[in-house]
């Protein structure tokens, strides 16, 4: 199969490529893989049904591993760069992988879903969700990378793709480019290009910008403040509070909640667990299948909230916890990525990602950039083997090239 020599199609040189106002100082491969055209699609029940599920599951778990923090991710995100690195799987690695992300749909019916997801976003003044994709290679002369996995991004994901020294400058590039794709939210995603041992080889970049205003901006009026919220700790704080009314609400196992829209197809949903539970508690109660239908068939009627106005930044690694979602052999020496190259065995050694948000009178802001990172997998132990020169041996001096002796001899004594 044909594959991509990186550096003769560089020649062997880095670029300054200007997106904008950003500057990045890596070789840039888009010209070469321009989206092409996809067929028409239409998203059917059982996308939404998937992606919830894995939605709910990744909240479940982050949510177990860190019971008593503030928690912010995004799904969304985290699909976009699982599923672009799911595209050079293959073998068991690619089935655990397809089964996580789309319950075992085909891997192409989850690039078209996401495809035709991603460009009907809103973009608007009043609602704007914007996605930024990228996908960055060690500049090695002894790393390959198959055109076709690269194609195969730029057409689904409209992903950019690089090629970069891996060392201080491109952890600064990587940064300025999430950066510049976040509006500034998340200014640094990562703090260096190396994980233990292992030689890390690629990295796909995901990056997400949700802002959008309220539907009704709440008025100065509305806000009522020095409230008091009482934290999971049991400690009382004082909180400017948003007074509304709604006009959607819902019930569930361990709880309510309402719906509040922003200007455009986007709401705002909020569920309270019952008193005396906690979110988690909550959130183990759940099955997608509640979770969507709650959030697609609200109750219409007269609702009173209030809800505090916050702002908090959050950070997650998600290696255990796609691990026991099932996608376990991609973390290992035996993972499966010949999709991407034949040329260097790969496995993801880190899934990071970092959010944002800010709720006030006005409406939402938040930012998630999310990173998958592909290193050499690790060599397998080799048997350590014994020669003692302590008796009689024949010895050869040889042309390295050719393996001819130009020299032989038998040491029988040293005396």
Request: glycine share 6%; with cysteine; hydrophobic share 40%.
């Amino acid at each position: 199969m044909k594959k991509l020599k990186l550096t003769a199609l560089l020649a062997a040189s880095l670029l300054l490529v200007s997106c904008g106002s950003l500057h990045v100082k890596a070789a840039d491969l888009t010209a070469g893989y321009t989206p092409r055209q996809t067929e028409e699609h239409r998203l059917t029940p059982e996308f939404a049904s998937g992606q919830t599920t894995f939605a709910l599951s990744l909240l479940q778990k982050t949510a177990e591993a860190r019971p008593d923090d503030n928690l912010l991710i995004s799904p969304y995100s985290m699909m976009q760069a699982l599923a672009m690195t799911a595209n050079g799987a293959a073998g068991r690695t690619g089935a655990q992988m397809t089964q996580v992300l789309s319950g075992g749909r085909p891997l192409s019916e989850l690039n078209a879903d996401l495809c035709c997801w991603r460009k009907a976003q809103p973009d608007t003044e009043g609602c704007r969700l914007k996605t930024a994709n990228s996908i960055w290679f060690r500049d090695s002369s002894g790393f390959h990378v198959r055109p076709e996995f690269l194609q195969t991004n730029a057409d689904y994901y409209g992903a950019a793709a690089y090629a970069a020294p891996f060392d201080g400058s491109t952890v600064r590039d990587i940064n300025r480019w999430v950066s510049h794709a976040t509006d500034g939210m998340i200014p640094e995603l990562l703090d260096d290009l190396q994980d233990g041992n292992r030689e890390d080889m690629m990295l796909m970049i995901n990056a997400v910008t949700f802002d959008a205003r309220w539907e009704t901006r709440c008025k100065k009026e509305d806000q009522v403040k020095n409230s008091i919220f009482r934290a999971a700790d049991g400690t009382e704080q004082s909180v400017t509070m948003l007074r509304t009314r709604e006009s959607r609400w819902f019930c569930c196992e361990g709880g309510q909640g309402f719906l509040k829209p922003y200007q455009a197809s986007y709401d705002f949903a909020a569920i309270l667990p019952d008193e005396g539970t906690t979110p988690l508690q909550l959130l183990q109660s759940l099955t997608p299948d509640t979770l969507l239908t709650v959030l697609t068939k609200p109750e219409p009627c007269s609702v009173e909230t209030m809800m505090p106005v916050f702002r908090y930044e959050d950070s997650n690694r998600f290696e255990e916890t796609l691990i026991a979602m099932g996608m376990a052999d991609a973390f290992t020496s035996s993972a499966d990525f010949s999709g991407i190259t034949d040329s260097t065995p790969l496995q993801i050694t880190e899934v990071l990602q970092k959010t944002q948000i800010i709720l006030d009178a006005d409406g939402t802001k938040a930012g998630a950039a999310s990173s998958v990172r592909g290193s050499k997998s690790a060599e397998p132990p080799q048997q350590i083997k014994k020669v003692i020169l302590d008796r009689p041996f024949v010895y050869l001096i040889t042309d390295r090239e050719t393996g001819i002796p130009v020299f032989a001899g038998i040491l029988q004594s040293v005396s």
